[in-house]
């Protein structure tokens, strides 16, 4: 797939305008535009989202890679964190590689810091020395490459790979890891949420109706009333309309 960056140009403009490192104006000028507008630099001097390319795209990253990227890699943690440890990854790679090729900067964003995030949760856990964690922070790293060039290819170096990461195949996800096990479905009660229920992504009408009318919450918005009737909006909601 193409691999998409800001032009030279661009990127000194935007270093100069608003004192932002170059690969840190890549990830602003990813998350907040299409490749066809062209900023005016001296006016995007948004805190907030230099906030999130400095912390979150750098320093978290950046701790990650130096605090748990050198190993060991023996295991320790039960398979089945692990096996949600590579879902997150497997679905972060889907996301990222969706939203590169339309071009939708902003949701690849989103999707890699959400990644991060998720990351710096476990970081201090038994997962940090699994292999899942060390594919984790491989495939971090691959998928800022394109946004974040330099930091990319120095969290690489860190990670003992070869140069240089911009050389190495796009990472590809498994469809079996991305596939969503639940879903949480909101439960109303007369047009207003009052539960919401991790169920199956293939649950049936039927079960998504019991597990509404049985939920305690649901039960004492009811306040002993009959429901007249149980909308179910398949993988969306059901709504319990009482009396």
Not at 1 to 20: D, E, I, K, L, P
Not at 177 to 193: A, D, F, S, Y
Request: charged share 25%.
């Amino acid at each position: 797939m193409s691999r998409v960056s800001v032009s030279s140009a661009s990127c000194q403009a935007g270093v100069r305008a608003t004192g932002v490192s170059r690969s840190g104006m890549r990830a602003l000028t990813n998350s907040i535009s299409a490749a066809t507008i062209v900023l005016n630099w001296k006016r995007s001097r948004s805190s907030v989202t230099c906030a999130i390319v400095r912390c979150v795209r750098r320093r978290s990253a950046f701790t990650l890679v130096t605090e748990t990227g050198v190993g060991p890699f023996a295991g320790g943690a039960p398979d089945a964190d692990a096996q949600d440890l590579r879902r997150l990854t497997h679905r972060t790679i889907e996301q990222v590689t969706r939203d590169l090729d339309a071009f939708q900067f902003n949701t690849m964003v989103a999707a890699l810091i959400e990644f991060v995030n998720g990351l710096m949760r476990l970081k201090d856990g038994p997962l940090a020395r699994t292999p899942a964690w060390r594919e984790a922070l491989e495939t971090l790293t691959l998928l800022m490459a394109p946004s974040t060039p330099y930091v990319a290819e120095e969290l690489w170096e860190r990670l003992g790979m070869p140069y240089s990461v911009h050389l190495e195949r796009w990472p590809s996800f498994d469809p079996a890891l991305t596939r969503q096990e639940l879903i949480e479905l909101p439960v109303q009660v007369n047009g207003k949420v009052r539960d919401k229920l991790s169920v199956p992504v293939d649950v049936t009408e039927e079960a998504a109706r019991a597990l509404a009318l049985a939920s305690p919450r649901v039960r004492e918005f009811l306040d002993g009333k009959e429901p007249a009737k149980v909308i179910y909006v398949p993988g969306r909601l059901v709504n319990v309309v009482a009396r």
